[in-house]
């Protein structure tokens, strides 16, 4: 995709906050620091659209940003190790998954893992509880470059057994390289097309 404009529109702790809805939406989610914002920026063709922190844990609110005047990225906050009080993890969940359950206009959620790393519970449960809302799950496994191809290919072969999933539905994707960037925008393509 062309990118024209990619502007920040707000962010929003709960529905009363969110945007109005109209454009399609497509959520980001994944563990804290596994690079949401640098897939978005790298998506984007933007250096900082998205702030990038080697804090986990930076992003704490649900941020909305118009693409093109077609679509709108949302970002979510990370899940897993974060610098940040239980308390405050807790609030997180509800926020996201209040998000995900009420918006009507959300067509897809791109879910982020690192390709060096097995997933763990909370990813199958993501993917289950996407199934059984009836939303599309675009599966990408970022730092792919941090891999050899040989490599590469025996961590998408341990990552497809871990989330009962075909190794087609995996994407590859470095920022640096910029592998998988035309694959990740044919999925998210298909999710908003009516």
């Known amino acids: 995709m062309i990118i024209k404009s990619a502007t920040f529109i707000k962010s ?14 497509i959520a980001f989610a994944g563990r804290s620091n596994v690079g949401k914002s640098t897939l978005i920026n790298t998506l984007v063709n933007r250096k900082h659209l998205v702030k990038t922190s080697s804090t986990p844990g930076r992003t704490q609110l649900l941020n909305f940003f118009d693409i093109n005047e077609r679509l709108v990225f949302v970002d979510l906050p990370g899940y897993g190790y974060a ?29 982020i893992l690192d390709i060096r790393r097995k997933p763990r519970e909370e990813e199958n449960n993501f993917i289950a509880w996407f199934h059984q809302q009836g939303i599309p799950a675009v599966l990408i496994l970022t730092k792919a470059d941090k891999l050899s191809k040989t490599k590469q290919k ?20 470095s920022a640096k390289t910029r592998q998988g960037l ?12 009516p």
Not at 12 to 25: C, D, M, N, R, T
Not at 89 to 111: D, P
Not at 162 to 167: K, R
Not at 182 to 193: H, T
Request: glycine residues 6%.
């Open 12 to 25: 929003a702790v709960k529905p009363s906050h969110y945007p109005p809805e109209g454009l399609p939406e």
């Open 83 to 111: 610098k940040v009080p239980g308390r405050v993890k807790k609030e997180w969940g509800r926020m996201i998954e209040t998000y995900l359950s009420t918006r009507s206009t959300l067509k897809g959620v791109v879910l």
């Open 154 to 173: 025996k961590q998408i072969t341990a990552i497809q057994n871990e989330l009962s999933v075909d190794s087609e539905e995996l994407i590859c994707f």
């Open 182 to 193: 035309n694959d990740v925008w044919r999925a998210i393509k298909y999710c908003i097309s």
